[in-house]
């Protein structure tokens, strides 16, 4: 029987109760599709501040690098907020995705036929269903260049370094097309070349590169125009490929159009198998412990873990269609419907298992 190891990086606020209902989905999956996970724990953000004195400490790193994928939950809360910048929760989730090289982040926007209500949108422009991928590159830009703080005209001024290399965009935009081979084979390039010299990089790079990829109907748009449009005609995209900040802005409002950001996941991906996989939400420290977490998005991405990292795609497919029935017979509170109970995360967990 194949054994994964898997490492798991529970964080801080939700992120113990929604990783625990993962982590119990994967097993079920393994018992039902004859493999088995093994799970060693670590720890990341404000937790490893708590117990380590930095939110990334070095044991964590070498025990993501052993195993075969990580998962993770939510990093961050009002409790560190005196922590320095450079010691802040959120600084361990920068700088685990450096660590493991994870330069790719495919964040899926779909709407399940059971929550179209949810949406903010009208039936009429959501149509039968949502189905983007968002694929956001993840350890250049903006958030990993040069910054600091200086003084101007007498006055205190802060600089914050938008810098791509060529070889930074070839390697994310040939996962937006080879993404796009295996969807409907249409990908929007994001970026802002109007005025960002990057951004002109950027599309250069998309425009040579699509020569290698005649059979995928390449477009471009810039960030502010992309962002009207996936609430207008959000149906017109298939991969959108963009850069850290923007990917980072869209994937977040393409959340809210499916109705709930407790319902989308996330995979980050290096050149091997490798990836990390976590919910896009936060860690929403004030229901904490309460019971009200959604723990779908967390569990959705477990099952991207079956699929880009393990080779397991039946148990991946199996785990969705689960979730997906689930909704029929249960939801959370911020996914409630009529005439259906309301769960608590660990009732939804073991409403998911039992559906497996």
Known sequence: MQTYQIAVLKGDGIGPEIVEQAMKVLT????????????????????????????????????????????LGAVGGPKWDGQPGSNRPEKGLL???????LFAN??????????????????????DNLDVLIVRELIGGIYFGERGRCIENGQEAAYDT???????????????????????????????????????????????????????????????????????????????????????????????????????????????????????????????????ANPLATVLSAAMMLRYSLDQPQAADAIEAAVSNALTKGRTCDIAGKGLPVLSCSEMGDLVCSLL
């Open 162 to 292: 938008e810098k791509y290399s060529v070889p930074e965009i070839e390697r994310i935009v040939r996962v937006g097309f080879q993404m796009a081979m295996k969807r409907r084979k249409k990908m929007c390039s994001v970026d802002k070349a109007n005025v960002l010299e990057s951004s002109r990089l950027w599309r250069a790079t998309v425009q040579r590169l699509s020569k290698e990829y005649p059979e995928v109907e390449v477009s471009y748009m810039y960030v502010d125009n992309c962002a009207m449009q996936l609430v207008r005609n959000p149906r017109q995209f298939d991969v959108i490929v963009t850069s850290n900040m923007f990917g980072d802005i869209l994937s977040d409002e393409a959340s809210m159009i499916s109705g709930s950001i407790g319902m989308l996941a996330s995979a980050s991906l290096n050149d091997t198998k490798c990836g990390l996989y976590e919910p896009i939400h936060g860690s929403a420290p004030d229901i904490a412990g309460t019971g009200k």
């Open 95 to 101: 700088g685990i995705r450096s660590a493991l090289g």
């Open 28 to 71: 079920k999956a393994g018992q039902k599709f004859g493999f088995a996970v093994q799970f060693q724990q670590a720890l990341l953000g404000g937790a490893a501040v708590d117990a380590d004195g930095v939110p990334l400490p070095q044991k964590t790193v070498d025990i993501c690098k052993a195993a075969d994928s990580t998962l």
């Open 106 to 127: 495919l964040r899926p926007a779909v709407i399940f036929p059971e929550l179209k209500s949810a949406s903010p949108l009208k039936d009429e422009i959501i149509g």
